[in-house]
Every structure is written in C-alpha cells, then in structure tokens.
C-alpha cells in the first residue's frame, strides 16, 4: 500500500489513530481545523501516520503543527509530508513554506535534514 497526503475529510475516521500521535489534543480542536480546511493527514494502510495543520496567508504557507507517528518515524514520512506541502503551497501559489520554531534536538535535525539550517522558511 502507498502512503498518501490528504486534506481530512472525516477526521472522527482517523480518531484514534490521531490521539496515538497527538494525546493532548481533543475533539473538538481536531473537528476545529478539519472544518477550517487546515488539517491534512498522511495515511498508510488505512492509518493516520502522521499529520499538520496550515494556515495560508500570502505569500505563505504556515505550518503550525507537523507530526509524525513515533513508530513511523525515520522512515521518509515527514519528508514525503514536507514535499507534499511544498506541492500544496505551489497549488495556492505561495513562495514559502514556514516551520513553527522549536528547541527540540530531533526537530532541529529533521530541519536540518530538509535543508533550513537555523531558519524556519522555505522558499519557493
């Protein structure tokens, strides 16, 4: 089975699969953003292995959350989400795709790993 990249539709589908990822969040905020149109989920074999949440404002796509499944993780899922957010934001014609800032030593290097190097904008 492929993964795939998609805009929640009927996020309560995914709800426990979300929850394995993101425990803190509850209903009401994920039915907040699939209804704002700013959840987008990647799924493999019919499970939710990794998720973020955008908001556009020209010239550019914000990504305020971004999370990957820690059974999932190391294995390509949050790049193949970055390449498909870089695809989303070309579809909105946005020049730059913005990382939330953080302190944590594996975000960091999964930045870095994408080519930020100390910033949290990608542009186009």
Not at 33 to 47: I, M, S
Not at 49 to 71: G, H, K, W
Not at 101 to 106: I, K, L, R, V, W
């Amino acid at each position: 089975m492929r993964l795939s990249f998609q805009a929640a539709s009927a996020w309560p589908k995914h709800a426990a699969d979300l929850s394995k990822i993101a425990p803190s969040v509850n209903e009401q905020q994920w039915q907040q953003w699939q209804q704002a149109g700013q959840l987008y989920y990647c799924v493999f074999n019919q499970r939710v292995v990794a998720y973020c949440v955008v908001e556009s404002y020209s010239p550019q796509l914000t990504i305020r959350r971004f999370a990957v499944r820690d059974i999932t993780r190391r294995r390509g899922v949050g790049l193949y989400m970055f390449q498909q957010l870089l695809q989303l934001s070309a579809q909105r014609q946005l020049s730059r795709l913005a990382f939330p800032a953080s302190n944590q030593a594996a975000t960091l290097s999964f930045y870095s790993h994408l080519g930020l190097n100390n910033q949290q904008v990608f542009e186009l």
